[in-house]
């Protein structure tokens, strides 16, 4: 499918700072070590509803790293997909009376727009999962080959007696897997199954169903090996990061790491697994299930879509946090601030600020520490202490570059 456009990056003078970042699976912060084109696949959404703030700061963090490998001198692939047939989508359409496809096409529009207000950069690869399902059966095929699935009733399941890494991502013990698995569109109990957590590959066509012709039969993909296979297909195995909401742990993740394990036999599938927090609102995690969404587009037709970005800058990515209103209205003054002291003659010297957001952002994307650098260099601009000319135009490109705001 289409990406969406690219905004404009500032190169910036000095040195960069290699980024280390938090691996789920290792549990601990450690440094990125792209070779010269570093490789990262994020989790793209279930295009049944408009864009909310949640789905938006699960982006935002990973263009950080998009954006921080760059300035380090990388070349970098970005691969997404776009989850364009599964049940929650069927349900909703059928629910709407729109066609399911019609409902994709229109949310994933509305994601593009979205992400493109915000300045997130595009994947070079943006993929709908309707687009690659026979590549998706291919791999499920061959991991058939490989004895490591069983037929159900025509439908086709990872056993995961045969996933020697499972739990590798997580750390999760069993019954916390037990207990995921059900809420995130597993099925444990079903009957027939040899172990309740092996996770369905392949769904044969149900009647009023969308289905495609495969070796496998008619049917449609599962969630977890879509990504397995797009990844594979664009990135190959051993690719650097792989990324998501943490809802996505489990079992999202640690399903596509085993698939991805079996298939090329390589360990682990990505060197980082790495998840942001997730964004609630009155106290739940917003989700389209509950309800309590603060959409993006809703957001932007009445806010500085700069304001928006801030409010998530605001905060570490990894954190769970509540979304209040009181939030944007302190990025409208945090802007204003700033757009204040850029446009002065002359301000203090922002070498240090280039190096503090570069440090911050570096030390595990700490966008609200590289805040903090902004903030105090443009409070000494606006109290007028400084004299250097240049320092406006740098503070405007390393926002710009390195977080994204455009002042
Ligand atoms: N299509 C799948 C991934 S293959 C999916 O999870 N789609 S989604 O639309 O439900 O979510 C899209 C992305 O936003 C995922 O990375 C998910 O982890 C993240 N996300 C969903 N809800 C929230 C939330 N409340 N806060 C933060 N991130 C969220
Ligand atoms: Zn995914």
């Not at 789920?24 to 450690?30: M, P």
């Not at 364009?84 to 629910?95: F, G, M, Q």
């Not at 954190?319 to 990025?331: I, R, S």
């Amino acid at each position: 499918m289409r990406s969406w456009s690219a905004p404009n990056i500032p190169k910036l003078p000095g040195e960069s700072v290699p980024l280390r970042l938090y691996d789920t699976a290792a549990k601990q912060v450690r440094q990125t070590d792209p070779g010269p084109t570093a490789r990262m696949y994020v989790c793209g959404i279930t295009p049944y509803d408009a864009t909310h703030l949640g789905h938006a700061n699960t982006y935002l963090a990973f263009d950080l790293v998009g954006r921080l490998w760059r300035d380090a001198g990388h070349e970098v692939h970005y691969t997404q997909n776009a989850t364009d047939v599964d049940d929650p989508l069927l349900e909703r359409a059928e629910s709407t009376g729109v066609a399911w496809q019609s409902l994709a096409e229109r949310e994933i529009e509305l994601f593009r727009t979205d992400m493109e207000a915000l300045r997130i950069l595009p994947p070079r690869e943006y993929v709908g999962v309707t687009e690659v399902v026979d590549r998706v059966a291919d791999l499920i095929a061959g991991l058939g080959a490989k004895g490591v699935t069983y037929d159900l009733d025509g439908d086709v399941y990872f056993s995961v007696a045969d996933a020697p890494k499972f739990g590798q991502v997580s750390g999760y013990g069993e019954a916390e897997m037990l207990t995921l698995f059900a809420e995130r569109g597993g099925d444990p109990e079903r009957p027939g199954k040899r172990h309740p957590l092996d996770w369905l590959l392949w769904r044969a066509e149900r009647p009023g169903e969308p289905a495609w012709d495969s070796p496998l039969g008619r049917g449609r993909p599962g969630w977890h090996v879509e990504c397995t296979s797009i990844a594979l297909d664009h990135l190959g195995a051993g690719y650097d990061v792989a990324g998501g909401g943490s809802d996505l742990i489990f079992p999202h993740h640690e399903c596509g790491a085993s698939e991805g394990h079996a298939a090329t036999g390589e360990w682990p599938f990505a060197r980082f697994y790495t998840h942001a927090g997730m964004v609630g609102l009155d106290g739940e995690k917003m989700s389209k299930s509950k309800g309590n969404l603060v959409f993006v587009s809703k957001l932007r037709a009445a806010h500085d879509p700069m304001a928006i970005r801030l409010v998530l800058l605001a905060h570490h990515y990894r954190a769970d946090w509540g979304y209040v209103p009181a939030m944007l209205a302190e990025a409208e003054a945090r802007l204003e601030r700033w757009r204040s002291a850029v446009a002065l003659a002359a301000a203090p010297p922002a070498g240090d600020v280039l190096a503090a957001v570069r440090e911050r952002l570096a030390d595990d994307l700490d966008a609200p520490g590289a805040l903090a650098a902004v903030d105090a260099w443009a409070e000494e601009a606006l109290a007028g202490r400084g004299t250097d000319p240049g320092a406006p135009a740098l503070v405007r490109d390393l926002t710009d570059a390195l977080l994204g705001i455009a002042l």
